[in-house]
């Protein structure tokens, strides 16, 4: 089934402690629509400004995203962040925020990013992502991420938004300021009983510590993969998050099983910790599928007891 | 095989989200004990003020601890902690910490504790741990907590007692601190590096994330046992040790495999968690077993992918 993201298209400048990059292609709809195109049909829907050129295009292209939903706005500028990580990269500063063409972006979905089964609203303005959601009638599986920004400034609409969704995947910081509860699980299950809507999941990811996946009667843990050098974790959620809906996406009119959801988490950990060993995208754009089963595998095997 | 554990017995004041409480038997060692006791016989040892009462020693007791090697010193004041948690658990204060007769413990260990095949070094000042390792002589296995503390004050010790067992247990901040390494896995194996000693292992404890094994060739991580509220989570990490190390002392002669230690992991993660939903020693005093393995199976299922 194919997928639709709609979200941040950006150029970011990163320092970690393994070096500097200046305005390297990123943004969440980025990173999220390479790590999908490994199981299906994508289509990213964002503005960039007349900066954004065709090596970057390229870069989706070359795994066959469908670009067409790229807008280019003239006299524009793309959304531009820099931020600097710490030592063990568990903290980063953001040294700098320029929306850009994302300041007044009102997305309008073409007829074949509307009919996607799947869709996923990255973290945008909740405002946004319901009139991004509103467009998607035939949609089977909607998720969306969301930040504290929005939980502090939007929260009626954030609420009503997640309430039209399937699948919540969002920090677990930011999980229990939503819910104002102190135990991620607690946190998972307040979000949960907001809506009755049956088969709905709360996916909260951990950074370095992996995600969990909440439903209302089950609860699944997966460890992030163990990587001995983390280079840039800029886009590790995103890239998790393009990887278990696009798994999710790929298994066609299949029933949502426990099984699945849990694969799915499996291969969004394994996608992302290709993300984080080399700069922006640059190591997910030259991934190959059997490198993301190999450590689908291996963390199979991390993970079990007997 | 009988575990011996050297470490602090205290009394421990604490406030958190849920309430607060007065002089409630803790410390490392007892924690430990308690966890260990489900599996194997425990001998503690570590010294108490004439202010520790048969009370206290009872809950021991009536765990069929061995609590002869606890010694009191006449006008002498137990160790004793204050602390208070903030709104999710995860940062807490310390705002007392008085010494008492652990300012001039010595460890002088009984012939029976000094028999046992498996040995504990809890959290206590690195020479201190090495006089206490180099009284067994017969010890199978040995592993030692330690903290920030040691690692800034006691470094060149601290690396040489870590040289001398075959696990070190440790939060993993302070594992990234001790090996100055900013990932785990890296850090682990940084500490592994340091000795030949063949089957050493790291068990990393990620407090409500869970907990990670690693050894030169292996690497296992289980997550916490998710719950909905944490009443008071000191002594989850001793509670953790205990059960990991009682059920390996547990298995007597048999060879440490990696399905074994795998299958510790998940008992001290049972049993931590039982640890945290009530104050202090409340919960893990009245536990049963056939509790702690109904938890280990749902920590299975909680972590299965097909």
Redesign the interface.
């Known amino acids: 089934m194919p997928v639709t993201v709609v979200g941040s298209i950006a150029f970011d400048s990163v320092r970690t402690?393994f070096g500097e990059r200046e305005r390297m292609l990123g943004g969440a709809a980025v990173h999220f629509a390479l790590a999908a195109s490994f199981f299906d049909e994508v289509h990213v829907v964002g503005p960039v400004g007349d900066d954004f050129g065709e090596a970057e295009l390229d870069v989706l292209r070359r795994r066959n995203i469908d670009t067409s939903g790229i807008e280019r706005v003239a006299d524009g500028k793309t959304f531009f962040w820099r931020a600097e990580y710490g030592?063990?990269?568990n903290n980063r500063e953001t040294l700098e925020t320029a929306l850009g063409v994302f300041e007044r972006f009102e997305p309008t979905l073409s007829a074949k990013a509307r009919a996607s089964d799947v869709v996923f609203l990255a973290n945008i303005q909740p405002d946004l992502q319901r009139r991004v959601r509103a467009q998607c009638l035939d949609t089977r599986f909607a998720a969306l991420d969301t930040m504290n920004l929005w939980i502090d400034t939007a929260r009626p609409s954030l609420v009503k938004a997640i309430n039209e969704v399937d699948c919540v995947i969002i920090n677990d910081a930011e999980l229990?300021q939503l819910a104002d509860r102190?135990?991620?699980?607690?946190a998972a299950?307040e979000v949960l009983s907001w809506s009755t809507t049956p088969g709905r999941a709360v996916v909260a990811k951990?950074g370095?510590?992996?995600a969990?996946l909440?439903t209302r009667d089950g609860?699944?843990?997966?460890?992030a993969f163990?990587?001995?050098?983390?280079v840039d974790p800029t886009g590790a959620g995103d890239s998790f998050a393009g990887g278990f809906i696009g798994y999710v996406a790929a298994q066609r009119h299949k029933h949502l099983t426990p099984?699945l959801l849990?694969?799915a988490?499996?291969y969004g950990t394994a996608i992302a910790s290709f993300n984080v060993e080399e700069f922006g995208t640059d190591r997910v754009a030259r991934l190959r599928m059997d490198e993301v089963d190999e450590r689908v595998t291996d963390l199979?095997r991390?993970?079990?007891?007997?």
């Open positions: 402690p030592w063990d990269l229990r102190p135990s991620l699980v607690g299950r951990l370095e510590y992996g969990a909440i609860y699944f843990s997966i460890p163990p990587l001995e050098t983390v099984t849990r694969r988490m499996a199979r991390m993970t079990a007891f007997a």
